[in-house]
């Protein structure tokens, strides 16, 4: 079973930040969070992975709060090509990404 | 592009046929997996092969067949499947079978099996 849950979707108008939440209360010390997005049809996407500390790339930021207990994945200005599923996710093994239902994003114009 | 390719992308075929599934990287990564995706159900890993060598098999029907001939290639062979396999196939690579490794996807093979 997939080890995190997120709203099974969430809108989000064009050119505002969207800000999308993840609960993962039963994370270990050593897991990391990590971050895909699969838009329609497509094979998913890597966007972000942090393990304590915020981290922030081209494509989006993530905020893992002190307990890491939940996260935020922040895309800072969506535009319509964001609207995708969105997957957070926490490594529990050496190989395996457990993929969950994830958050289906609607950005609109 | 993710530096991963599958062919064919789409592929129609009966339950008597045989068909193989061909994913290729360009990344310089040795590990490889393939999932499986059904309509609207989570992404399910059925493989992963590290270095060529295969080493997980997560409880897959004997009738998905996976080869790594080298760690640029991975191939999943089809024979006798059920319609309940139809689904869209999707193969990733990762530099190492390591638990911080990124994995990146190619755009998958959507099979419909009749």
């Known amino acids: 079973d997939a080890k995190t849950t997120q709203p099974p979707s969430m809108d989000c108008a064009e050119g505002r930040a969207a800000n999308l939440p993840c609960n993962h209360s039963?994370?270990?010390?050593?897991?990391?969070v990590y971050w895909y997005r699969q838009i329609h049809s497509q094979g998913p996407q890597y966007i972000i992975h942090?393990?304590?500390n915020n981290e922030t790339n081209e494509m989006a930021s993530l905020i893992i709060t002190e307990d890491r207990k939940s996260s935020t994945l922040i895309l800072p200005h969506a535009t319509l090509r964001d609207t995708a599923v969105y997957y957070c996710?926490?490594?529990?093994?050496?190989?395996?990404?457990?993929f969950g239902t994830g958050t289906r994003l609607q950005v609109f114009p | 592009e993710t530096g991963v390719t599958q062919t064919p992308r789409h592929l129609v075929m009966g339950m008597t046929n045989k068909k193989s599934l061909k994913c290729e990287q360009h990344l310089g990564h040795n590990a490889m997996y393939w999932y499986k995706q059904s309509a609207k159900k989570p992404l399910e890993l059925m493989f992963v092969y590290s270095l060529e060598e295969r080493v997980e098999n997560n409880s897959v029907p004997s009738r998905f067949s996976p080869e790594c001939p080298n760690s640029s290639h991975l191939f999943l062979h089809l024979h006798t499947l059920q319609p309940e396999d139809s689904a869209l196939y999707l193969c990733?690579?990762?530099?190492?079978?390591?638990?911080?490794?990124?994995?990146?996807f190619g755009p998958g093979t959507r099979l419909l099996v009749l």
């Open positions: 990733a690579s990762s530099l190492g079978a390591g638990v911080v490794e990124t994995q990146y």
């Open positions: 039963t994370i270990s010390g050593n897991e990391y």
């Open positions: 942090g393990l304590k």
């Open positions: 996710i926490v490594r529990v093994g050496a190989d395996k990404l457990i």
